[in-house]
């Protein structure tokens, strides 16, 4: 799964399972384990059934020597209290054997690192987007005192769908060293603080989803190295490439952050994963100019320029001949009585015309004698000049059709106010969002970007699962999730925004400065929620708001089920949506 270069010095935990062994297929414990699916850094990952949960789940076993195991099993156990949409749930964790094993949620995706191998580098945009939903995931992870320290792209799965799933916990809990040229991990994503065996925070983490980007966005990492000596040495003398070198094309408000996430010293780095999720959200610049080929850019502009100062001229000339040809023409306009005539021919026949046929006009002097004109001939053009004297013919009112009504007359008061013409198809590989909310005119952010357009608008967005955020002036802030949109779907969601009583600019301040919790469960719907101990007389699925930042405990109640947490502790961060589900069991 790990698929960096084997370097001297940079080797895995032994290849020999320490306790865990290659358990026969089977049976571990009271899994069904039914194939092997692969083998990481940490252990072994098997696709087992679990028929307590009647699903099939993933067992990872992973190599511990026997002195840390039962230190990494409380680890596993307070990882398994962590619920996040972009955290890997993991439903269990045992010591059998002296053998650690974690069984989890099953994924049906591809890693990053598949991605990359299949497509290449991609843009801005898109590692954006990813590096958003990780910064959540690690915010969620670091809330519960644990640190990954071993943030990869193999170890983060896009779902089917589009989700990003923070997966591959087997290093949580496990101490770096660069004894007996041994580590764990991966280095050359790893902050130098862990390669160097020192204490390990969540700014080490900060590190590993820093270079993550780099490589989302370039393919390669800041540092390459032989060994772990030559690349500890790299990082002391600052030798890191930056990546506006390997991506000139890239926006540099988006550079920025990740040259701030990949410092060498800890306290250079974002303080935490919600720091470096608030400078990703603002990160919406356009492209850095290209700095490369100066010279020639240089001699493109100046031939360029000199274009435009020869099509300048030239359409000078071509005017100054077209106004003398105009005053020429102007001057041989025919007398008035041409015109005259002229616009009696057009209106129509005289009422005291004898014959349709207009008298012959006299042609001044040494001017050559007209064709006679006929009934059937068209008439003679009119000149300019006769264009600017002729008065427009008077508007002649249509007769009725029989038996057809006509449309009333559309007046300012009855008109309707103008509604959305039919959304384009979305463009290839892309999705588009119909978004309405009562009142309508609400300022709409996608995934963290206020949007130019209000609400009642269509917007393009990219396949997955996008977290929409509403607000109005004298209405509470609102948000939804719209999950799993496809490529080339075009769905509407839409939005009622709830007033508020006598709202001024600082009753939407503190609201925005709320956040609140999705509370869902599975197995059965309608349990009663009960936040901080206080019921708050909803029942799931549900959302609670305008709740004040900060750690809550959430807990349900269903008579005749039972909960596999009796609580759970959630952060609830500014302007953000938590998500709590709890898995109900009927009792028998």
């Known amino acids: 799964m790990d698929q960096r270069p084997d370097l001297p010095g940079l080797s895995d935990a032994s290849s020999e399972d320490a306790g865990a062994g ?286 435009y100062m020869v099509a300048t001229v030239s359409a000078l000339v071509v005017t100054s001949v077209l106004l003398v040809t105009r005053l020429t023409v102007s001057r041989k306009a025919p007398p008035p009585e041409r015109v005259e005539s002229a616009h009696l021919r057009d209106a129509g026949p005289r009422a005291d015309a004898v014959s349709p046929v207009p008298a012959p006009v006299v042609p001044p002097p040494g001017a050559q004698s007209p064709p006679p004109a006929s009934v059937s001939s068209p008439p003679p053009p009119v000149t300019p000049a006769a264009q600017a004297v002729v008065p427009p013919p008077p508007a002649v009112e249509a007769p009725l059709t029989k038996g057809v009504t006509p449309p009333p007359a559309t007046t300012a008061a009855t008109t309707s106010p103008p509604t959305e013409t039919a959304p384009a198809r979305p463009a290839a590989g892309q999705a588009l969002l119909r978004v309405s909310t009562e009142p309508p005119g609400a300022t709409v952010s996608i995934d963290g970007h206020r949007q130019s357009r209000p609400t009642n608008s269509s917007f393009p967005v990219g396949p997955g699962t996008h977290r929409l955020a509403f607000e109005k002036t004298g209405f509470y802030p609102q948000d939804m999730e719209v999950a799993d949109l496809g490529a080339g779907e075009s769905r509407a969601v839409g939005a009622t925004l709830k007033p508020m009583s006598g709202a001024g600019s600082g009753q939407l301040e503190q609201a925005r400065a709320q956040g609140s919790v999705k509370v869902v469960t599975s197995g059965h719907d309608g349990a009663r929620v009960l936040m901080d101990g206080k019921d708050t007389g909803l029942t799931t699925p549900c959302t609670i708001e305008h709740l004040a930042p900060g750690d809550h405990s959430v807990s349900v109640t269903l008579d005749g089920y039972t909960p596999d947490h009796p609580d759970i502790t959630v952060t609830v961060r500014t302007g953000a949506t938590a998500d709590v589900k709890f898995k109900l069991k009927k009792h028998r």
């Not at 598949?114 to 991609?122: C, E, V």
């Not at 320290?149 to 799933?165: P, Q, T």
């Not at 790299?234 to 952050?257: E, M, N, S, Y």
Request: overall charge neutral; some cysteine; charged content about 20%.
């Open 22 to 307: 290659n358990p026969i297929p089977g049976a571990w414990g009271s899994l069904a384990i039914l194939e092997k699916l692969g083998e990481g850094s940490f252990g072994v990952v098997y696709r087992a059934y679990d028929p307590s949960l009647q699903r099939q789940v993933a067992l990872k076993l992973l190599r511990v020597a026997p002195g840390p195991s039962h230190e990494l099993l409380e680890e596993a156990k307070r990882l398994a209290r962590v619920r996040h949409a972009n955290v890997l749930i993991v439903h269990g964790a045992d010591l059998r054997d002296g053998a650690v094993g974690i069984w989890t949620e099953l994924i049906a995706g591809a890693t990053l690192e598949d991605y990359l191998a299949q497509n290449g580098p991609m843009g801005a945009s898109e590692a954006r987007a990813i590096g958003l939903d990780l910064c959540r995931a690690l915010a969620a992870v670091h809330a519960h005192g644990l640190v990954h320290r071993d943030l990869k792209a193999s170890n983060v799965m896009r779902e089917h769908g589009g989700r990003i799933v923070l997966m591959d916990f087997g290093s949580v809990g496990i101490s770096t060293t660069t004894s007996s040229d041994n580590i764990y991990g991966t280095p050359l994503t790893m902050a130098p603080e862990q390669l160097l065996g020192g204490p390990v925070g969540p700014t080490a983490d900060i590190f590993g989803l820093g270079t993550l980007l780099y490589r989302l966005t370039s393919g390669q990492y800041p540092l390459e190295a032989r060994s772990v000596p030559e690349l500890v040495e790299k990082h002391r003398a600052g030798a890191a490439i930056p990546l506006r070198d390997r991506r000139p094309d890239l926006p540099t408000d988006f550079v920025q952050v990740v040259d701030r996430a990949t410092q060498s010293d800890p306290d250079a780095r974002f303080p935490s994963a919600g720091a470096m999720e608030r400078a990703l959200s603002a990160s919406t610049g356009t492209a850095a100019p290209v700095r490369r080929e100066r010279a020639f850019e240089v001699q493109i502009g100046k031939w360029f320029k000199m274009r």
